[in-house]
């Protein structure tokens, strides 16, 4: 089978890249053997406190489909939680108490855990409770008024337009310039885009499927502006026909994050940026802020981004509302020139009837 590559601007077309009949199918699961034994090591980390409600519950993540990690983020909440619990004499799940969320919460902070991942581990332990109330194990009570953290929500941070320029202007390396601009350009998350395989390409509606996420398993289309297309067009040309995925690495199918990450910081070094600390996500930031700053709307750039909230999304119009910024200075303007005359100046445009109204307003 061979794709055609059309040619975008002033590139070359390359020869057709013949792919192999049937390539190798993504491997997204664990096969039966491989869960049973990540099962059976989890299982073996955790002990026998809390069995065999622990065992039920996460034999029910498994049913459900959740995915490893998912998995390995509930065994290392458990591991912390579980040894806290005996030090505070509890023989069982059943004898836990509210009292013990609370002073677990204390135990990770006084342990200089981060507010996120105390977080996390108290979210993955009310789900753990959750499904014991359920089955009739502790009470519900335990689940009234949760217990909540303030987690900090700290803004984006994307690469500064001038920084861009230097970085791209440094790559010469056909395959990184072409994964750095598609990042850059769709805003995909770096193990979707090591995830992609030739045949999710489409050059000639200059878009990439991505089947299924490894985040939230929701599959979305992303488009390639002509930069990013003209890049994959000169690596589709260099790159070995035999391989499925979009970008590998030596000896390797598909290229591990960490060969981008270090490729990346190498690529910074030369641009004279490496001390900014500019990271792999950060190009996806990057394409979210562009997005907004030149006037996309806010539902678009989620759906681009594959969000699952509008909410995640509306941090980004945190750094491009431009319509904020243009009051600020505006008002900052007439302010330096002293024409504001003191903040007691009432505004031109407020009706004076509201000022009498509230003055005639009977005192009781």
């Not at 049913?63 to 619990?85: D, E, G, I, Q």
């Not at 969000?307 to 431009?322: F, G, P």
Request: with cysteine.
């Amino acid at each position: 089978m061979s794709i055609e590559h059309p040619t975008v601007g002033e590139v070359e077309v390359p020869q057709p890249i013949d792919l192999p009949k049937n390539p190798p199918q993504k491997k997204d699961t664990l096969g039966p053997w491989s869960k049973q034994l990540v099962m059976e090591k989890y299982l073996q980390r955790l002990g026998r406190f809390g069995q065999p409600h622990v065992q039920e519950y996460l034999y029910d993540l498994k049913r459900r489909n959740c995915r490893p990690n998912t998995l390995r983020s509930y065994v290392t909440a458990w591991k912390s939680f579980f040894p806290y619990l005996k030090e505070r004499g509890r023989t069982s799940l059943e004898t836990i108490t509210r009292d013990d969320l609370s002073s677990f919460i204390e135990y990770e902070q006084d342990r200089g855990m981060q507010p996120n991942t105390v977080h996390t581990r108290i979210r993955l332990l009310y789900a753990l409770l959750k499904f014991l109330v359920d089955r009739d194990v502790v009470p519900p009570d335990l689940l009234t008024r949760k217990l909540r953290l303030k987690v900090p929500e700290a803004l984006p941070r994307a690469l500064e337009p001038e920084d861009v320029r230097q970085l791209l202007a440094v790559i010469t390396h056909e395959r990184d310039r072409a994964l750095i601009l598609v990042l850059l350009r769709t805003g995909m998350r770096i193990g979707e885009l090591l995830d992609t395989r030739m045949s999710e390409v489409n050059l000639r509606e200059k878009c990439i499927a991505i089947r299924e996420t490894q985040k939230n398993r929701v599959g979305r289309v992303v488009y390639l502006s002509e930069d990013a297309c003209q890049a994959l067009q000169v690596w589709l040309g260099k790159r070995g026909p035999e391989q499925g995925y979009l970008f590998y690495g030596q000896g390797r199918q598909r290229l591990s994050y960490t060969a981008a990450r270090v490729r990346l910081g190498k690529h910074l070094a030369k641009a004279g940026l490496a001390y900014k600390g500019y990271s792999l996500h950060c190009l996806r930031h990057t394409c979210a802020t562009d997005l907004l700053n030149a006037g996309m709307r806010l539902e678009c750039v989620q759906q681009l981004l594959g969000h699952s909230s509008i909410e995640m999304t509306r941090r980004y119009a945190r750094l491009t509302d431009n319509t904020r910024r243009e009051e600020y200075f505006r008002a900052m303007a007439l302010i330096e020139k002293g024409e504001p005359h003191g903040h007691h100046q009432r505004h031109l445009e407020l009706p004076p009837v509201l000022e009498e109204k509230e003055l005639l307003r009977p005192y009781h």
